[in-house]
C-alpha cells in the first residue's frame, strides 16, 4: 500500500526471517532459494510526532491503525506478489500509551496462507528514546485477500518455511483463529435468539438514567486523492481512522471526558469506496459495562449518483471498546445506559453477546503461560491452605464487576475479568434447604452423578471434619489427554445467621498421587460454592470458578456460544438437589 504522508516521517524495511535470527550467512542452497523460503518481515519504525498525538499528548489510535493496515498490507504483498486488500481485523486490545518523543516499532508478516486470503501477524512495541525500555502496545491479526489480474485464479502459496518455535505456534494458531472467524457470524446469531432472557437482567433497564440516542454522532467525509491507496480504493487504515474519531466523540458524550480506547472488535470491510465518495460515519453508545463501554461505528459510502438519490452502500462496520481516562479508572465507572427504541434494544442486547464472544477468543487463544498454581500439602501448613482455601473463595464472590452473560429460568451465567484473570459465577435458585445444600455439594464423591465434567473424584484423605483430600478425574476435550486434579475440600458452616455455606476447593501437590502419564495434570486455583438461605425451603446455590488453563477446556464452548456446558451443568445441579433422597445425605 501507498503509505500516507505521515509514513514519510518514519522507515519501512522488508526483512528475512533468517536474517532477523542470524542465520543470513547459512551456505545452503543458493541466494534465490533462501529468498523464496524465508518468511518476510516487514518493519516500520516511526518517531511519534506532535501531528500524530490526541490532545492528551499520546499517540492518537487512529494514526496507528492507519500504520498497522499498511504495514500489514506490505506483508501481505511480499508473500503473495500480487496486490492484496483488507477483509478483516481481529480484536486489539491496547495495551500501552505511546507519548509523544517515543518511537514505535511495526513488525508484520504472513502467518499462515490459506486458498485466496492469508492472515497477516502484526506487534507492535514502543521505545522510550533515553531509558531504551521496549513495552508491547498490542498485537494484532489482520486476513488479507489477493486481488486476481483479469480472469486469474488465484491460489496463494503456502508458508511453508517455519524456521522458529513462535513460527510454528503462529502457524499452528492461524488455523484455530480462522475457524473461530468462520464461526463468529453463527455463534453471534445463535447467542442472539436467547438474548432476549436478558431483557432487565443488567444495566439498562428502563429506569436507567442516560439514553443512547444522547450520545449519537454522524459525521461525513470526502474521499481525495491523498485518502486512496495504490489501487484507487480508500485506504482502509484511513477509514479506520475516520471511524475511530466518530466513535471517540460518541462515547465522551456520555462520559463527559475523553475515555480511553481499549479494544477494537474486528473490523470488518464489506465493499470498497474510492476518490470522490463521500462518506458518512454513523456512531452510538449501545451499551455500558462496569469499567468499558462499547460505541458501535457503520459506515455508508455515496458516490455523486447515490447521493442524490440517497441510496448508500454498507462498506464497514465495527466496535469500539473504551476504558474509563485513567486518571478516574479506579474510581469510576460508566452510567447505566437505557434503549428508547426496538433497534436500541437490538444493539443494547448484541453488546452483551458481543463481549461474550470477544472474552472468548481472548481467553481461547491466549498463550499465556501460567507458574504452578499447586501448593504441597503437608500437616505444618493444613491451617493456613485450609484458611486460605476459604479467603480466596469468599474473596472472589465479593469482587465487583459481575456481568451476567446468559439468563433462563433458575439460572444465571455471569463473568468478570480483572487485568487478564477471568472467572465465572452460575447462580442456581434450588428449592431445597441451604443446609441439604451444603451437605450434598461438599461430598464431592456424590459430584460425577450429576457433572459430566467429573469422570471420578476419590478421597484421599481426610484432613478433619471439614477439610478433606480428593482426586478427580475428568474426560478428555479436544483430542487432549484426559485432565486430573488433586485438589483440597474445605467447608464452613454459617457463623451467624445471614452468613453463607461455604464449600471452597484449589489444587495442592500431594506425594501420594503423583502424576500419571496417562493424564493431563491440571490445577484449579480457586473455586467451590457459596449457598444462601432465599426462604425457609429454597437457597440460592453460586458456583464461582476462578479459571485456569487447565478449567478452559471444558467452558470454552459455553463462553463462545457454541455449546451452553455450564447451563446444562447447572441444571443437573438442581435436579440432583431437588430429587435427592434423605438418605444420601451423609454427615461427612
Same mark, same amino acid.
Given at each position: 500500500m501507498n503509505p500516507d504522508s505521515s509514513v514519510l516521517n518514519g522507515t519501512v524495511d522488508i526483512v528475512n526471517e533468517g536474517h532477523l535470527n542470524g542465520t543470513a550467512g547459512d551456505s545452503s542452497g543458493t541466494e534465490e532459494g533462501k529468498s523464496f523460503n524465508m518468511m518476510p518481515e516487514v518493519e516500520m519504525c516511526q518517531s511519534v510526532l506532535p501531528c500524530h498525538a490526541n490532545h492528551k499528548g499520546g499517540l492518537s489510535a487512529g494514526?496507528?491503525?492507519?500504520?498497522? +493496515?499498511?504495514?500489514?498490507?506490505?506483508?501481505?504483498?511480499? @508473500?503473495?506478489?500480487?496486490?492484496?486488500?483488507?477483509?478483516?481485523?481481529?480484536d486489539i486490545q491496547f495495551e500501552e500509551t505511546v507519548r509523544v518523543g517515543q518511537i514505535i516499532n511495526i513488525k508484520a508478516k504472513v502467518n499462515r496462507a490459506f486458498n485466496t486470503s492469508m492472515e497477516v501477524g502484526i506487534r507492535v512495541v514502543v521505545q522510550d528514546v533515553l531509558t531504551g525500555v521496549l513495552k508491547r502496545v498490542c498485537v494484532a491479526y489482520s486476513t488479507f485477500v489477493a486481488k486476481p489480474v483479469g480472469t486469474q485464479k488465484i491460489r496463494l502459496k503456502p508458508v511453508d518455511c517455519l524456521t522458529t518455535a513462535e513460527d510454528h505456534l503462529e502457524y499452528a494458531l492461524a488455523s484455530e483463529r480462522r475457524r473461530l472467524r468462520l464461526y463468529n457470524e453463527d455463534?453471534?446469531?445463535?447467542?442472539?435468539? +436467547?438474548? @432476549? !432472557? !436478558?431483557?432487565?437482567?443488567?444495566?439498562?433497564?428502563? /429506569? /436507567?438514567?442516560?439514553?443512547?440516542?444522547?450520545?449519537?454522532?454522524?459525521?461525513i467525509e470526502l474521499v481525495l486523492p491523498p485518502h486512496a491507496n495504490h489501487h484507487g480504493n480508500t485506504f482502509g487504515g484511513q477509514i479506520m481512522a475516520w471511524m475511530e474519531n466518530a466513535a471517540t466523540v460518541a462515547a465522551s458524550r456520555l462520559y463527559g471526558t475523553y475515555p480511553t480506547l481499549k479494544s477494537v472488535d474486528m473490523f470488518k470491510f464489506r465493499g470498497p469506496s474510492s476518490v470522490g465518495d463521500r462518506l458518512v460515519f454513523k456512531a452510538i453508545v449501545n451499551n455500558t459495562f462496569q469499567k468499558s463501554l462499547e460505541v458501535g461505528v457503520r459506515v455508508e459510502a455515496y458516490d455523486c449518483e447515490e447521493w442524490t438519490r440517497g441510496k448508500a452502500r454498507h462498506i464497514n462496520s465495527a466496535f469500539l471498546i473504551y476504558n474509563a481516562s485513567s486518571d478516574k479508572a479506579q474510581t469510576q465507572t460508566f452510567p447505566s445506559v437505557k434503549y428508547t427504541s426496538k433497534d436500541g434494544q437490538r444493539r443494547y442486547l448484541a453488546a452483551i453477546v458481543r463481549k461474550r464472544i470477544r472474552l472468548a477468543r481472548k481467553h481461547i487463544l491466549s498463550s499465556k503461560e501460567e507458574g504452578p498454581l499447586s501448593v504441597p500439602w503437608d500437616k505444618s501448613n493444613q491451617a493456613y491452605l485450609s484458611y486460605?482455601?476459604?479467603?480466596?473463595?469468599t474473596?472472589?464472590?465479593?469482587? @465487583?464487576?459481575?456481568?451476567?452473560?446468559s439468563s433462563q429460568p433458575k439460572i444465571r451465567v455471569y463473568m468478570n475479568e480483572e487485568l487478564d484473570t477471568l472467572s465465572v459465577q452460575v447462580e442456581m435458585h434450588v428449592t431445597v434447604s441451604s443446609l441439604q445444600a451444603f451437605f450434598l455439594l461438599s461430598d464431592l464423591s456424590l459430584r460425577p452423578s450429576w457433572d459430566r465434567h467429573y469422570s471420578s473424584c476419590e478421597e484421599v484423605q481426610v484432613v478433619n471434619e471439614d477439610d478433606k483430600l480428593y482426586h478427580i478425574t475428568c474426560p478428555a476435550v479436544n483430542k487432549d489427554k484426559p485432565r486430573d486434579f488433586v485438589v483440597l475440600m474445605s467447608r464452613r458452616q454459617p457463623c451467624k445467621?445471614? +452468613?453463607?455455606?461455604?464449600?471452597?476447593?484449589?489444587?495442592?501437590t500431594v506425594a501420594s498421587v503423583p502424576p500419571d502419564p496417562d493424564y493431563m495434570r491440571s490445577e484449579v486455583l480457586c473455586a467451590g460454592f457459596l449457598i444462601k438461605d432465599a426462604s425457609r425451603a429454597t437457597c440460592k446455590v453460586s458456583y464461582y470458578n476462578q479459571v485456569t488453563s487447565g478449567v478452559l477446556p471444558y467452558i470454552a464452548g459455553n463462553l463462545a456460544g457454541w455449546s451452553k456446558s455450564m447451563e446444562e451443568t447447572a441444571s443437573s445441579c438442581i435436579e440432583f438437589l431437588e430429587n435427592v433422597t434423605d438418605q444420601k445425605i451423609c454427615a461427612f
Amino acid at each position: 500500500m501507498n503509505p500516507d504522508s505521515s509514513v514519510l516521517n518514519g522507515t519501512v524495511d522488508i526483512v528475512n526471517e533468517g536474517h532477523l535470527n542470524g542465520t543470513a550467512g547459512d551456505s545452503s542452497g543458493t541466494e534465490e532459494g533462501k529468498s523464496f523460503n524465508m518468511m518476510p518481515e516487514v518493519e516500520m519504525c516511526q518517531s511519534v510526532l506532535p501531528c500524530h498525538a490526541n490532545h492528551k499528548g499520546g499517540l492518537s489510535a487512529g494514526q496507528l491503525l492507519k500504520w498497522i +493496515d499498511i504495514i500489514a498490507c506490505l506483508a501481505a504483498e511480499k @508473500h503473495a506478489g500480487l496486490p492484496c486488500v483488507t477483509a478483516s481485523i481481529d480484536d486489539i486490545q491496547f495495551e500501552e500509551t505511546v507519548r509523544v518523543g517515543q518511537i514505535i516499532n511495526i513488525k508484520a508478516k504472513v502467518n499462515r496462507a490459506f486458498n485466496t486470503s492469508m492472515e497477516v501477524g502484526i506487534r507492535v512495541v514502543v521505545q522510550d528514546v533515553l531509558t531504551g525500555v521496549l513495552k508491547r502496545v498490542c498485537v494484532a491479526y489482520s486476513t488479507f485477500v489477493a486481488k486476481p489480474v483479469g480472469t486469474q485464479k488465484i491460489r496463494l502459496k503456502p508458508v511453508d518455511c517455519l524456521t522458529t518455535a513462535e513460527d510454528h505456534l503462529e502457524y499452528a494458531l492461524a488455523s484455530e483463529r480462522r475457524r473461530l472467524r468462520l464461526y463468529n457470524e453463527d455463534a453471534f446469531t445463535k447467542l442472539m435468539q +436467547d438474548s @432476549h !432472557l !436478558l431483557k432487565g437482567v443488567a444495566n439498562g433497564k428502563e /429506569s /436507567s438514567q442516560i439514553s443512547t440516542e444522547r450520545t449519537r454522532v454522524q459525521s461525513i467525509e470526502l474521499v481525495l486523492p491523498p485518502h486512496a491507496n495504490h489501487h484507487g480504493n480508500t485506504f482502509g487504515g484511513q477509514i479506520m481512522a475516520w471511524m475511530e474519531n466518530a466513535a471517540t466523540v460518541a462515547a465522551s458524550r456520555l462520559y463527559g471526558t475523553y475515555p480511553t480506547l481499549k479494544s477494537v472488535d474486528m473490523f470488518k470491510f464489506r465493499g470498497p469506496s474510492s476518490v470522490g465518495d463521500r462518506l458518512v460515519f454513523k456512531a452510538i453508545v449501545n451499551n455500558t459495562f462496569q469499567k468499558s463501554l462499547e460505541v458501535g461505528v457503520r459506515v455508508e459510502a455515496y458516490d455523486c449518483e447515490e447521493w442524490t438519490r440517497g441510496k448508500a452502500r454498507h462498506i464497514n462496520s465495527a466496535f469500539l471498546i473504551y476504558n474509563a481516562s485513567s486518571d478516574k479508572a479506579q474510581t469510576q465507572t460508566f452510567p447505566s445506559v437505557k434503549y428508547t427504541s426496538k433497534d436500541g434494544q437490538r444493539r443494547y442486547l448484541a453488546a452483551i453477546v458481543r463481549k461474550r464472544i470477544r472474552l472468548a477468543r481472548k481467553h481461547i487463544l491466549s498463550s499465556k503461560e501460567e507458574g504452578p498454581l499447586s501448593v504441597p500439602w503437608d500437616k505444618s501448613n493444613q491451617a493456613y491452605l485450609s484458611y486460605n482455601n476459604v479467603a480466596a473463595l469468599t474473596v472472589l464472590a465479593g469482587k @465487583h464487576g459481575w456481568e451476567v452473560n446468559s439468563s433462563q429460568p433458575k439460572i444465571r451465567v455471569y463473568m468478570n475479568e480483572e487485568l487478564d484473570t477471568l472467572s465465572v459465577q452460575v447462580e442456581m435458585h434450588v428449592t431445597v434447604s441451604s443446609l441439604q445444600a451444603f451437605f450434598l455439594l461438599s461430598d464431592l464423591s456424590l459430584r460425577p452423578s450429576w457433572d459430566r465434567h467429573y469422570s471420578s473424584c476419590e478421597e484421599v484423605q481426610v484432613v478433619n471434619e471439614d477439610d478433606k483430600l480428593y482426586h478427580i478425574t475428568c474426560p478428555a476435550v479436544n483430542k487432549d489427554k484426559p485432565r486430573d486434579f488433586v485438589v483440597l475440600m474445605s467447608r464452613r458452616q454459617p457463623c451467624k445467621e445471614g +452468613d453463607s455455606y461455604i464449600v471452597a476447593l484449589r489444587s495442592v501437590t500431594v506425594a501420594s498421587v503423583p502424576p500419571d502419564p496417562d493424564y493431563m495434570r491440571s490445577e484449579v486455583l480457586c473455586a467451590g460454592f457459596l449457598i444462601k438461605d432465599a426462604s425457609r425451603a429454597t437457597c440460592k446455590v453460586s458456583y464461582y470458578n476462578q479459571v485456569t488453563s487447565g478449567v478452559l477446556p471444558y467452558i470454552a464452548g459455553n463462553l463462545a456460544g457454541w455449546s451452553k456446558s455450564m447451563e446444562e451443568t447447572a441444571s443437573s445441579c438442581i435436579e440432583f438437589l431437588e430429587n435427592v433422597t434423605d438418605q444420601k445425605i451423609c454427615a461427612f
